[in-house]
């Protein structure tokens, strides 16, 4: 692997046509786990893609460097399971609610709301609850918090409006919000929501690690 991150490309801004020109975040991770060249490669989850692109266009040229060592991280997240849409959505959701600016609160409140919502659907449990993560954050903003209640008492997502909308919305929401807060260093809280992202789709995809089963002894006659 040594060899080949002295050889790979450098990270920026945008799609590029060849790792000559320089690479995003994801065509980086095209490069590495030996797929066509892309920014939408099949060995991650488009949603989860999706925000390590916004994070790679929306961070400091000083600062995109540091994000090489989480390529690796993100190959092989795949998956059509709907909570992992939900997990990605919640976490950037509530990362971004305490800090960003209050036009943008109710929208991000809502994007809790719903991504908790389809969590309970998927998983069979009562809704209304929300994950401590979420009660931290709606805590932060008491007031868009209660708005964005009204609002979703009066509205039912479907599966494939989260999906295709609702999830997608609250990640590109998230970012903006981030980027825009007023915040000592918005890169550090990027870095820190992708880092976040890829350990839930971890958990989810892949399940907790294990150790290796131990050999048995052989049976003595």
């Known amino acids: 692997m040594d060899n080949q991150l002295d050889h790979m490309p450098v990270l920026s801004r945008g799609r590029h046509r060849n790792p000559k020109r320089g690479a995003c975040f994801m065509e980086l991770a095209s490069y590495l786990a030996g797929e066509r060249w892309s920014d939408h490669p099949a060995c991650t989850h488009p949603l989860l893609a999706a925000l390590a692109r916004l994070v790679n266009d929306n961070t400091s040229d000083e600062s995109r460097a540091e994000l090489v060592g989480l390529v690796p991280s993100i190959i092989g997240l795949a998956s059509d399971d709907l909570r992992v849409d939900a997990r990605i959505a919640l976490r950037c959701a509530t990362t971004a609610l305490p800090v960003a600016a209050a036009e943008r609160q109710l929208a991000l409140a809502v994007s809790v709301l719903a991504a908790e919502e389809m969590l309970a659907r998927l998983d069979g449990v009562p809704s209304g ?93």
């Open 129 to 221: 609850r929300l994950s401590e993560q979420s009660r931290r954050a709606m805590e932060e903003v008491p007031h868009a918090a209660e708005q964005a209640r009204r609002f979703s008492r009066a509205a039912r997502i479907t599966e494939k409006g989260f999906r295709r909308y609702a999830a997608p919305n609250a990640v590109q929401l998230s970012v903006v919000g981030i980027v825009q807060a007023c915040i000592a260093d918005p890169d550090v809280l990027l870095r820190r929501l992708l880092e976040e992202a890829i350990a839930d789709c971890d958990a989810l995809i892949r399940g907790p690690q294990t150790a290796e089963p131990a050999v048995p002894a052989p049976a003595h006659a």
